[in-house]
């Protein structure tokens, strides 16, 4: 099931990018399933990690490349995490990043290793063996659609997004694909995303900005609460379209940011879409909160309430339990009486109880939609926050359980 | 689907409760629905309740009347919550107390009311004016497995537990009902526990005890992390059996302590083996955490992880969703190779990563079962907590969506 996502074809090269796919038989054969991103030199790169203390040896490889050198290599495998696989994961992947150097004119600490796929397995080396010589060989600046699919794991559609805006009156380009949700026994769902842009911009600022924009786009969905190991985002520079961006104040830079922002909420939207079993896209917005963790305090609180997942995949405009989840929530001295609470326009909670106009017919007509907003005013004061989710489906219950036997 | 639970029917009386049960017609005809506890003048009763900011009329009534007066009357209805009714659910709960207490010596005051089921619906008074006559003739020692069904919603099975100990000498009874995990659109789940003993229990201790109680036991079950406005838990010492428990320190308080601790462990328990569509009963035990908040942050997370829940409902030894709940728990500097995790005696995880001795088999053997523990060693302390918990079903996705359709 996915949420009125389809393939996206219309990728735009990004001058200094080129991407390479092979069939490298990391788990499966006859599988795209390793792919190369080659940056041209000069290219700056970003990226923000995983919290979940238990990362996988690429990532905490990959943020000790990221600080020694200006990456040329992004190497990603399906198939197999490399995650819980203690001294010989970490072996495992430096000895992916040295192979590909030794075949290239990069240091092993330029090339970025990323996995995703089955925990708790060795890497299979020699998949990298014979599927490094492959990508390299097929690096090609319009790869990106196939390389959108070669980093599924169980990812019902390749996701992607591709934006021009002229900017200083020079056309600059920004090309992304991500993957997510899927499940591979006993995987969990990685999700990655590398977004690439042919501006130039500091150093500090692409830190910057990959950080706040992962955080309003890949840190702001949610299908089951549930954090992967191998959560990657990264945003590339590769500076060839000769805009530059050193002046976060500047026009250029906002123009730039907004179509950045554009692209990463695309991709991480198309994750929750694409989401195991959704048959329901939900926008939950946050309004009136006191404190900025607060209005996120209560959209993740009712986003991963079973109760209300479960309600929405029935398009049961269950307001009880929407409004016992903001309860619980955590909020200090909340007043029951300034709570509001609308399903797109239709206001279904006036002043913490049912409101006066609401009829379930209302409810039911907006939760019949494949895709609606949960509006909630807390009445506490200016903070505000929006996340998106899936509902919860007895198919999100085949994918993790019955795959298994 | 319930696991391995049986309809309790070995309730002993407790000298100084009498309960009433009545077909009061408060939602459903033909459906014991309304339960009266009538309670010896001089017994003592202590409470805990839902800690959701969103807490029904019923229970903020009840505590007031808790600290008001010593209550005679406990007055429970099933088949509506009346909760989010605003001030009019406030006044309904009033003039059910008020009600009984106009056709007993009691004042509205000693009336303390319970109310589950259905949300934002009003309390229908007239059911409460024919049953509680009903319930008031009815009354009886005798009648715990009466009123064990007659507070459930849609509970599979009624649920008690009873114990007699010697206590100084003298016999001691303690005799305990709850309800739980049922779901009646759109409602849902209300946890309700009432627990009597005829120990006389000064009001201080009472109190504590209450709160520890169900610290140890309703409040270390999960089934869907979801926490229902309605939620209350009950302890009541009548004082008949002559046995006094006035020194907290000493061994009959010891004694009785540890007794009530059985049937507030057994009660609460019932309601994960008869929890919605579980099909597994899961204790997990988490130690060596460095603070007692540690240990329960850590339980938690891999309880309400949906991955780990429907690897538990497949039979499938994921530890990797297991190690990854661990890993997002927000524990600060988890040091993941101090992280052991076990199955019952199998070990799965060593140092952080799969164990070596570790063989599918082994694992799958013990998830086959349909009670198993999960123990995670954090390696960082001497703290530690136990909590209980259900697996994910498809069964629980249908009782929470398709009842509605």
Known sequence: MAVNIQRFRDYLAVDGVRLGVAQAGVRYANRDDLVIMELAEGSRCAGVFTRNAFCAAPVVLCRQHLQADQPRYLLINTGNANAGMGQQGDADALASCQLLASQTQASPQQVLPFSTGVIGEPLNMAAFERGIPLALADLRADNWDRAAAGIMTTDTVPKGASREVMIAGQPVRITGISKGSGMIKPDMATMLGFIATDAEVSEAILQRWCKQLADASFNRITIDGDTSTNDCCMLIATGRSGVVIDDEQSPAADALFSELQQVFQQLAQAIVRDGEGATKFVTLQVNGAAKPQEALDVAYTVAHSPLVKTAMYASDANWGRILAAVGRAGLQDLQLDQVQIYLDD????????????????????????????????????????????????????????????
Chains 1, 2 share one sequence.
């Open 346 to 405: 239709v206001q279904i909670v006036e002043n913490g109880g049912r409101c006066a106009s609401y009829t379930e017919q209302a409810g039911a007509a907006v939760l019949a939609q494949s895709e609606f907003c949960v509006r909630i005013e807390l009445g506490r004061g200016e903070c505000s926050d929006t996340l998106w989710t899936s509902d919860l489906s007895h198919e999100y219950v085949s994918i993790n359980a019955d795959y298994r036997s």
